[in-house]
């Protein structure tokens, strides 16, 4: 989820680059005077937000500056004062809490992605699916934290 507490024309052309990356390398929005739009993501995000962050700005000659971490620690951050303009956190309850706390501006909630439990092996044969974890055949498994 993601929520939002700067100008609505950063906020609305953030969005519209999350939400249509693609289409802004083609040239299909407007641009504006520059400025800087401050985005604090969970950190299973930062690489696709810096990729959208580089479009928005070939398109629009607004700067994207991207800080990334742990949901809770950027949330902590943005409590504390920390000037984002946008925060895409890795779960739906945080960016609720901030709207909640009087951070964030009610309504500009959304889901931008959902994520997906996979199995991966740098050598695809050792995945077979779910019988991977059945046969223990591997050294090591890492996860990510369940909670989130």
Known sequence: MWTYRGSMRRKHAF???????PML????????VAET?????AANFADAARVIGAAFNARTGDEVTVSAGPTGGLFTQISQGAPFDVFLAADSQTPMKAVEAGLGVAGTEFTYAVGRLVLFSADPQLVSGPETLRTAKFQKLAIADPKV
Request: glycine residues 16%; without cysteine; aromatic residues 4%.
């Open 25 to 32: 390398l083609f040239g299909l929005a407007g641009a504006a």
């Open 15 to 21: 969005v519209l680059g999350l939400l249509v990356a």
């Open 37 to 41: 739009v401050s985005v604090a993501v």
